[in-house]
């Protein structure tokens, strides 16, 4: 089994905090979640995560104009610049302060970001490849409190920044005549946004108090003039200009306006109005904002939830909304100005939405709580998931969104499980309900219950789908459900602790349970004789599985290990020591060291891979173990987080931290505008003045592998990670000698010699060669070289089938393939149809998934043709041909057809007949064809 997993995508978590950016083509939305940035293509309706991870989550994201690159700041002020083709890591930078806001220039050959109350200017990176691609071009000062905005103008010279200080500052980014710096107050709160009109210097000034103040400018953009002399003068690192110097050119003190009068040789602001948001008595403060300069609309979020869009400089209303009841901490436009994104922090929203037709783009949120289980369907293409805010959601793992949610349940998700169609997920919960829903209709269909009420740990379901049994942690018995009926068919009764885990056996009704009385008991589920067996064990047993033959069963303790039993014997086979391997992180409030501290050195799920060699098995720490089962060896292990905003993350704490009354890093130092997540007292929804914050601890609760083998996801504090296999970067040969080479496959496929040519490019193993193999041969020789094939490269062209299916645009060529080995090599591939049931799911899921997308065009493509076929069968208004002789008769003809119409037109003046539509009757039989086609 090859194990060259690499992290594909992050699920269940679609914002965190920072601000939201639309790439230039509008197509596009980046939004952060923890320490990764996930890109949502919003007309293609997917997600992708990028495999870029900051060591502390990000707060500032800045996009360059032409979407290559982007520079990414966590909290703690690292930045790095990322490249959005390549996706990976170009430069590190620390800016040793956090960064409250970064911004490209237009152009794209300045940077400028706040820190506290400076204000920085960087040369962005260009195409030269430079050492040092961030080059400090001058520092700002003037703010008395932290800055918290930045806008540049429309020719990149000129920037506003604001602060908290209640001002605006106008800076010049070069040595300009007309301006270095200018103030603009007014304010009675801190300045949340500035913009500047499109080619122009006049300006908007936003307040937290929701107070807009419009500011007109007497100078004209394209007049402000540079130094003489320092048109190519780079400022020394920090050093502001000196107006006493001798050596500086001297400037004039007039100049001349289009009247012809003299005025000081200096911009000069004034207050053209001043409008506010808020009704009289209503406090509701402004969190965001952002101004589309093309076409003068501006959106402002505020604490409430509620949105308002205003057409400037006019400030006149167009809506407002209501989309959450929590802050809205971002807003962003795209650069048409149609499409409108928000982020809200406390339910981890992500919201896109179209003005202009009041309609959603895109609606996504997280679980905003931990998440707790997943199960894979059976054919990989879905994912489902549960936490503790009591939500079911699945996913697809083609676009990485969330397509249904579940809120019938009133506590946390324990267990969660598809049946064998992967049309049916159960879910079990702390609320003393296991609910069945259809993915069909999407509705509850069924709820189980117990005699008493009792708050469920853990679910199974059968492999035929017709059991569901359930383990509650309060009565220690196992309810078993009929899921057809719903009715409660046998309470197991026989341990004596909390039921921690449940497992069914995949080809029998053998169920295992696992309990905290250091038990496993194997019940017969349709016998009603109580245990079958009991596997007494050292220490309280957290977790078990069956492995994919049914013929082992793993069980994971409290005292570090995982055993191995046979079914059959119940004699125990192996066990895997994992105290060292699992390792754990010593949080901000421990006493002891991390290697003397045992809260996370137990494992608490396992899973076997598709073909049963491997187990997968995770705990209390941020590490994932892949052991092999055989030879009980740990063969590589993930880390699955290295965000140090995340507590026990580290196995060392930070002395620097250290005072005598404890880690300063309990003490919390965000204030009211805190990102940290926060507990609200019970019963409490706005208005909570106590609101706690508290450390998210790094923790997996539940690790699942796909059933087509080729990826596996773990749920963790920061969602739902998974993990693909890489096969673009393995060299794996297969019967390599010494003279196979590329040329000469391609030798022998010139000679037309296609079988031998086939097997020589799959001993070689690499893909884009053996894509060029079966693409050269004809599709009328795929049935003959199908014959030809030995069974071991028959599975393999399979797996290369199944692979191209997804992408390749040659579909109807790889059908025929797979029609052909299918049908030709049947039997052999029953009789292994138990070691290669990874690979036959996969090119299950490769035709399922293509035949669904077909089916969407097939369907749009002949609804529109039905349009078009009614088009034709309207009646058309024929229009009479005169002579040019008789032209006084046809005016009259003409005024009276105008009459006529207006007669038959609506109230609105909108004519009821259509005249545009003037098709044959031989366009209409072709239509007619093309439909039955």
Known sequence: MKFSYKFSNLLGAVY????????????????PVGNHITKFDLKNNKAETLPIEAKFNVACVALSPDGTTAILVDENGAGMLCSLISKTILHHVHFHRPVTAIKYSPDGKKIALTKDNLTLLYHAPGSTRDFNPLLLQKTYHGAYDENTCIDWASDSRVFAVGSKDMNTRVFAATNLEQLIVYTLGGHKDCVVAAFFEEDSLDLYTISRRAELIAWDCDTELNDLQVVEGTENQVQAWGERPDPHRDDEPKKKKTKTTKDGEEKPNKILYKRKAKHFFNKPGDFNHLTCADYNKKNHILVTG?????????????????????????RIASVAFNPSGDWIGFGCVGLGQLLVWEWQSESYVLKQQGHYNNMTCLDFSKDGQLIVSGAEDGKVKVWNTSSSTCFVTFTEHTAGITGIAFNHTGKVVVSASLDGTVRAFDLHRYRNFRTFTSPQPAQFSCLAIDHSGEIVCAGAQDKFEIFVWAMKTGRLLEVLAGHEGPVSSLSFNPTTAILASASWDKTVKLWDVFERKGARETLTLTSDVLGVAFRPDGKEVAVATLDFQITFWDVQSAVQTGSIEGKHDLGSGRKDTDMVTAKTSSSAKSFNTLCYSADGSCILAAGRSKNVCIYHVREQLLLKKFEVSCNRSLDAVQEYLDRRKMTEFGSSALVDTEGDEGQEQALSLPGVKTGDMSSRYFKPEVNVSCVRFSATGRQWAATTTEGLLVYSLDSSLTFDPFDLTLDITPSLVK??????????????????????LIQEVVETIPWQQIELVSQSLPQQYVIKILSFVASQLESSPHLEFYLVWSEKLLSLHAAKLKSVSSSQQALLRSLQKSLTRRMQDLAKLCDS?????????????????????????????????????????????????????????????????????????
């Open 302 to 326: 505020f604490a409430s939830g509620d949105f308002h869009l205003h057409e400037l400089p006019d400030f006149n209303l167009i809506h407002s909304l209501s989309i959450s009841d929590q």
């Open 747 to 768: 030798d022998t496929l010139s000679k037309k010699e296609w079988s031998s040519a086939l097997m020589l490019s799959f001993r070689l193993n690499e893909t884009k």
């Open 861 to 933: 493509n002949h609804y529109s043709l039905q349009y078009l076929i009614s088009l034709a069968k309207l009646p058309v208004k024929k229009e009479t041909v005169l002579g040019d002789e008789d032209t006084e008769s046809r005016k009259k003809t003409e005024s009276e057809e105008e009459k006529g119409e207006e007669d038959e037109s609506d109230g609105e003046g909108n004519v009821k007949t259509l005249a545009d539509a003037n098709f044959s009757s031989d366009s209409e039989e072709e239509l007619g064809e093309l439909v039955q086609f």
């Open 16 to 31: 965190r905090r920072g601000n939201l950016s639309f790439t230039q083509d509008g197509d596009n939305i980046i939004s």
